[in-house]
């Protein structure tokens, strides 16, 4: 399985991404998606995710700045960024379940990364 990320880059805070997650197969072959990021020095973040049924988990700092997504034809995951803040910058990843919860399951397959970068 491969994940490949697109959509990073840099941003003025305030400004708005949308990251973008390819499944190389069917995304119904998981139980479901969800997006990570990373800051130097810090731990890995479960940012967001969706189960393959459509329940969705954020955390408490992107709650209603952050919309996950996706589109089942396309196999693709969707991570839309708004009102974004300095401390949004990190390694964004894209990761799938292939068991629940997705708010606390370790996935199996991780992509390579996007970064996002949020000036002040």
């Known amino acids: 399985v491969q994940l490949v990320e697109s959509g990073g880059g840099l941003v003025q805070a305030g400004g708005s991404l949308r990251l973008s997650c390819a499944a190389s197969?069917?995304?119904?072959?998981?139980?479901?998606m969800g997006w990570f990021r990373q800051a130097p020095g810090k731990e890995r973040e479960r940012v967001a995710a969706?189960?393959?049924?459509?329940?969705?988990y954020y955390a408490d700092s992107v709650k209603g700045r952050f919309t996950i997504s996706r589109d089942n034809t396309k196999n693709t995951l969707y991570l839309q960024m708004t009102s974004l803040k300095p401390e949004d910058t990190a390694m964004y990843y894209c990761?799938?379940?292939?068991?629940?919860?997705?708010?606390?399951?370790?996935?199996?397959?991780w992509g390579q990364g996007t970064q996002v970068t949020v000036s002040s």
């Open positions: 969706m189960a393959m049924g459509g329940s969705t």
């Open positions: 990761a799938s379940f292939l068991s629940l919860p997705i708010t606390t399951t370790t996935p199996r397959y």
């Open positions: 197969e069917s995304i119904f072959n998981f139980y479901g």
